[in-house]
């Protein structure tokens, strides 16, 4: 079963490269115009590779995935809204 697992976690990696590691980094990468997140790709597929994970027994990190997951939502709150672009943080 954790073979299975296993692999499903590596398609997840695979098909959204931004779910792998502790998520920091991404965000961080995000808000300063480096990277690009698919926010709903994210938020969906973080949630479901996070249940899988904890399920089979492995540990997230104490914060990072759900750093990226409210990160991801508000991108998403925030393209509905038109809000398209962040000044002044960094």
Do not use: D
């Not at 997840?12 to 965000?27: C, F, L, N, R, Y």
């Not at 996070?50 to 492995?58: F, V």
Request: glycine share 18%; hydrophobic share 50%; charged share 15%.
């Amino acid at each position: 079963m954790l073979i299975i697992i296993g692999f499903v976690l590596g398609k997840i990696v695979e098909k959204e490269p931004m779910t792998a590691g502790s998520g920091i980094p991404q965000v961080e990468g995000t808000l300063s115009g480096h990277l690009k997140m698919s926010w709903l790709r994210v938020v969906v597929l973080k949630f479901f590779g996070g249940i899988l994970a904890i399920g089979s027994g492995l540990s997230l990190g104490r914060e990072g995935p759900s750093i990226q997951i409210g990160a991801a939502v508000a991108q998403g709150i925030s393209r509905t809204l038109g809000r398209l672009k962040m000044s002044g943080l960094l």
